[in-house]
């Protein structure tokens, strides 16, 4: 079993930056995937970044390329995702996943395991 925790939510003005944390526990095996999703009120849920376990391989999505970075502390066992020029329409409660796949580092909610509970970040304009 998994367990994640999401902290470093908050509220910031257009053009700031944050700091998310997703604190893993329990068994992770190096091929397994972290992956962070936001969801806005209304919209469905949307994929933002995702790392290996290992830290090897990372991916992002095209909304988040150029401003958002997805990385491992090894010694804390905690994936952060660094926020910058943050905009309104990054508002949403953005959630950590864990992914048990065996290849690849998915892009879709349902490729994922385990959950945290989500933190809300707001960017006011």
């Known amino acids: 079993q998994v367990q994640l925790v999401e902290s470093g939510g908050g509220m910031v003005q257009a053009g700031g930056s944050l700091r998310l944390s997703c604190a893993a526990s329990?068994?992770?095996?190096?091929?397994?995937?972290v992956g962070w999703f936001r969801q806005a009120p209304g919209k469905e849920r949307e994929f933002v970044a995702a790392?290996?376990?290992?830290?090897?391989?990372?991916t992002i999505s095209d909304s988040a390329k150029g401003r958002f970075t997805i990385s491992k502390d090894n010694a804390k066992n905690v994936v952060s995702l660094l926020m910058n020029s943050l905009k309104p329409e990054d508002t949403a409660v953005y959630s950590c996943?864990?992914?048990?796949?065996?290849?690849?580092?998915?892009?879709?909610?349902?490729?994922?395991?385990?959950w945290g509970q989500g933190t809300q970040v707001t960017v006011s304009s």
């Open positions: 996943a864990a992914s048990v796949i065996l290849v690849g580092l998915p892009t879709t909610p349902d490729m994922y395991n385990f």
């Open positions: 329990g068994r992770m095996l190096n091929h397994y995937v």
């Open positions: 790392i290996q376990w290992s830290g090897s391989r990372t």
